[in-house]
Structures are given as C-alpha cells and as structure tokens.
C-alpha cells in the first residue's frame, strides 16, 4: 500500500486478556518504529527495528510488551496481560533508513476494561 | 523526566492572524527538531525541522526558530488558516541515539473562522 498501515483501528479487551496490534509498513522502509500515546501525553517510544539488526527494546514499558518483525515486512505488538494502563494509541512508524522522514499510520486504538 | 515540553495544552487563533506554538527542551545534546501535525483519527504528519546549527528554517506559511541559549523552539504559522486546526507535536533527536525522537504532549490549536 502507499501508507503505513495498521489493524485493528480499535481495539477494547478486558483486563488480563493478550492483545495483538499489527503493523504493514511502506514496502521498502527499512526502518520500523512502535510508539504510544496515553491521553494527554506526548509520543512514547516502545521499539524500534532496522533491517535485520537486533531491535532497540529501550522503550517497552514490561516484559508484558513484545514485538516481533520479520525482515523489512510486517510489525506485530503484543500485550499480554492487559492492564487499564496498558489504554492508549498505539502508533507504527516506517522510514526509508535511520532519517527523520517517519510515515506514521492512523494508530491502533486500545482500551482495556 | 520530561524532555520535551509543550507547556500550552491549547491554541486558540483567529483565522489569518499568527499562531505561535513554543517547545522547551532540557537535553543539551538534542541536535535535530522537528514538528509534527496531528488530525484526529490520523497518524502525525512531519511539517518542519531544524538542525541545532540555525537558528530559523522557514518553509512556506511555516517558520521554525530554535534559540539554543534558552532551550526553546517555536513554530510561526502565518496567516492561520481553517486547516491548521490540528494537534502540533514538538520533537527532538538525542546525538546518541538511534534516531529516537523525544516527543512533546502536543499543543492542540484552534483556528476561528
């Protein structure tokens, strides 16, 4: 496609249930990038994946959050366990190499009850 | 520890008048600026940035001063238009990172017809 895209658009889970977020980044954007935004907060970095290399997991807020991409391809982020805190957009982010161009996609909404 | 500060929470302008969005920062070592405009339902889009070597970078209806001395960051919109209704992200690169950018919580302006 010509955008990032990003499925579910919403998603509400109940406490303690594992969620799945996916991510299709721009066809050849090497550099893939998960962040999250709690209301009324500011974009918080979660992880970030280039090429093959080893991910940069600085950011996952517990061992609760992982995520996994396979080559230039398809970004999935779990939660499991969910948490209310856990309530936020879930934004996927792809460039063309380690650039400031980020192509962000609409975001996944999550909403843990 | 918040890096990245977007003190106003809001906006509000009237059409064809100057909108002023301020950013404070608190690392030395942020390098590269940039804003980043948000619709609801979207992901955010880059608008502008600036290297720590200017001191302004003008592009269009858009102009971004950076002062180094004071930390701070503003973008110029100039004349405000209908369209510019949007959340405004200020963010920041880290010389030592991989890229990461440190948001701001965003400043949502309004521009009144």
């Known amino acids: 496609g010509a955008g990032v895209s990003q499925s579910p658009s919403n998603k509400v889970t109940e406490k303690g249930k594992d969620v799945e977020l996916r991510c299709d980044p721009i066809s050849g954007h090497t550099a893939l990038y998960w962040y999250r935004q709690r209301l009324g907060q500011g974009l918080e970095f979660l992880i970030y994946?280039?090429?093959?290399?080893?991910?940069?997991k600085s950011g996952l807020p517990s061992d609760r959050f992982s995520a996994e991409r396979t080559g230039e391809s398809v970004s999935t982020l779990t939660i499991q366990r969910t948490q209310q805190e856990d309530s936020a957009v879930y934004l996927c982010?792809?460039?063309?190499?380690?650039?400031?161009?980020?192509?962000f996609g609409s975001g996944t909404r999550l909403t843990v009850v | 520890d918040q890096q990245v500060k977007q003190n106003s929470p809001s906006l509000s302008v009237q059409e064809g008048r100057i909108s002023i969005l301020n950013c404070d920062y608190t690392?030395?070592?942020?390098?590269?600026f940039l804003w980043y405009k948000k619709y609801p339902a979207e992901g955010p889009t880059f608008l502008i940035s600036i290297s720590s070597i200017k001191d302004k970078n003008e592009d269009g209806r858009f102009t971004v001063f950076l002062n180094k001395s004071a930390k701070h960051l503003s973008l110029h919109i100039v004349p405000s238009q209908p369209g510019d209704s949007a959340v405004y992200f200020c963010a920041a690169n880290r010389m030592d990172s991989n890229y990461q950018l440190i948001w701001g919580a965003g400043t949502k302006l309004i521009i009144k017809p």
């Open positions: 982010a792809s460039s063309p190499d380690r650039s400031y161009g980020y192509t």
């Open positions: 994946f280039q090429g093959n290399s080893a991910p940069d």
């Open positions: 690392n030395s070592m942020f390098d590269y």
